[in-house]
């Protein structure tokens, strides 16, 4: 099983569920452990971005750029797309 794989799989396992969690922080809390670990194993220079939801049950977006080594934190979809292209034309410069 290649690296691809195993991170496919072992993502599957930390992804929220589509229903709000009664314990968000909780569960909240070991994604971003799971990242974090993740980040730091990983050896790409891409973004690492992941869904998670609020305790509204809204959907909300993270990501951690390892370049920069800068993380957001609960972005709306909209704002993750400006993020990445910032993000994008910062690097092309």
Aim: hydrophobic residues 35%.
């Amino acid at each position: 099983m290649n690296r691809w794989q195993l991170t496919s799989k072992l993502e599957g396992y930390v992804q929220p569920s589509l229903r709000p969690s009664r314990k968000p922080v909780l569960s909240q809390g070991l994604a971003d452990l799971w990242y974090g670990l993740m980040d730091r194993l990983a050896v790409s220079n891409e973004p690492h971005i992941w869904s998670t939801r609020d305790s509204a049950g809204n959907l909300r977006w993270k990501a951690h750029d390892p370049l920069t080594n800068e993380t957001t934190d609960a972005m709306t979809d909209a704002e993750m797309r400006q993020w990445l292209e910032e993000r994008h034309y910062r690097l092309a410069v």
